[in-house]
């Protein structure tokens, strides 16, 4: 799934909204869907913060290896973001809490630009099924078929 969206606040539930409406239609368990929703809307609205120029930003979301990964991509402005590091900021601080709550609740955070060229986030989060869950038989099934179609052509001239 790829939206390209508008440089806007309004843009931030829509976004939360789409991805946690097709998780949920796959069956993923309310828990991770609400992490995997938290986690995106930091991401969007660092993105609304610090992108640059650019009217339009891209949220990029797919689900591989009982896994769904997302990336948040904007042009850049010039500001370096950078990954979290120890601590906190202090309570007075109005910024630098995003990328903390992101890390706490999801896996394999990563931010890759210089802010010059843009920035993207990258976060990855295990999936979790309901039981009976479409998705999970959909891609337990994937996985499970070969990456090109087999046949012995060989077998068709012989008799």
């Not at 979290?84 to 992101?102: D, T, V």
């Not at 999936?127 to 012995?152: N, Q």
Request: glycine share 10%; charged share 20%.
């Amino acid at each position: 799934m790829v939206l390209s969206l508008p440089r806007d606040a309004a843009s931030v539930p829509v976004s939360r909204q789409v991805l946690d409406g097709c998780l949920g239609i796959l069956g993923v368990t309310p828990e991770t869907r609400t992490d995997i929703t938290l986690a995106l809307s930091e991401a969007c609205a660092n993105v609304i913060q610090h992108a640059g120029t650019d009217d339009e930003y891209e949220v990029r979301a797919c689900v591989t290896d009982g896994r769904c990964v997302i990336e948040v991509v904007n042009a850049g402005n010039g500001a370096k973001v950078t990954a979290p590091s120890g601590g906190f900021p202090p309570p007075g601080a109005e910024h630098g809490r995003g990328l903390k709550i992101m890390d706490a609740v999801v896996e394999n955070l990563s931010l890759t630009g210089n802010g010059r060229e843009g920035t993207t986030v990258h976060f990855e989060k295990h999936l979790e099924w309901l039981p009976g869950a479409a998705g999970e038989f959909l891609f337990k099934e994937a996985s499970t078929l070969p990456a090109e179609p087999v046949l012995d052509v060989d077998s068709h001239h012989r008799s």
